[in-house]
């Protein structure tokens, strides 16, 4: 690979929620390149005691459509990623997650945005008394099985959630859909012990 000399970003754009930076023009490069800088975020995988999936259903501006996602966040100032998975649960959905397992951490679009997403499944959530779920959402529980007819319809728009999925999968060695709740808690438990 070719050694490069890391490129200087000015911010051209900028609102609360993120800011897109253009690079000095590299030396044979045809363009400028851009990124969408922010927030590192969290998103988080919720099943209850049930093995249901605790989701949001919430309408997004951006795509002028309501939308079905798992609950995911940004992390506040210094707020540990952990604690911002349970906050960001906890705030959309009202529901509180037991245990809370981290899958790892990535960037899901590392050609034009930096932030990290931390990510995590959440085990035997349960509904909180008086929680204050954020206005314009819903808590959905979908049940699993539910969930994976819709998967094959393409009615899911969160991609991340596959990503999810297929990350706890391969780590617990479990099928986080297919599987029986109990087996998916001895697996992730075990692994929590051994790992």
Request: proline fraction near 2%; hydrophobic fraction near 45%; include cysteine.
């Given at each position: 690979m070719a050694d490069r000399s890391p490129l200087n970003y000015r911010t051209v754009f900028s609102t609360p929620w993120f800011a897109i930076e253009e690079s000095a023009v590299p030396a044979?490069?045809?363009?400028?390149y851009y990124r969408m800088t922010g927030p590192d975020g969290v998103i988080c995988l919720p099943?209850?005691?049930?093995g249901d999936i605790v989701m949001v259903r919430q309408y997004r501006p951006s795509?002028?459509?309501?939308?079905l996602e798992i609950p995911a966040g940004a992390i506040d100032g210094g707020e540990p990623p952990l604690e911002a998975s349970q906050r960001e649960v906890l705030e959309e959905t009202?529901?509180?997650?037991?245990?809370?397992h981290s899958l790892g951490t990535g960037r899901f679009y590392?050609?034009?945005?930096?932030?990290?997403?931390?990510m995590y499944l959440g085990l035997d959530a349960e509904p909180r008394s008086r929680a204050d779920i954020e206005p314009g959402l819903t808590t959905v529980l979908m049940p699993r099985?539910?969930?994976?007819?819709?998967?094959h319809d393409i009615e899911?728009?969160?991609?991340?959630?596959?990503?999810?999925?297929?990350?706890?999968?391969?780590r617990f060695g479990v099928d986080l859909l297919r599987a029986p709740i109990e087996e998916?808690?001895?697996?992730?438990?075990l692994d929590a012990t051994t790992g």
């Open positions: 044979n490069a045809t363009g400028a099943l209850t005691i049930e795509l002028n459509m309501e939308t009202g529901y509180q997650c037991r245990e809370v590392p050609n034009r945005l930096i932030q990290r997403e931390f099985k539910q969930f994976l007819a819709m998967a899911i728009d969160q991609t991340a959630i596959y990503f999810l999925l297929g990350m706890a999968t391969a998916i808690r001895e697996r992730v438990r």
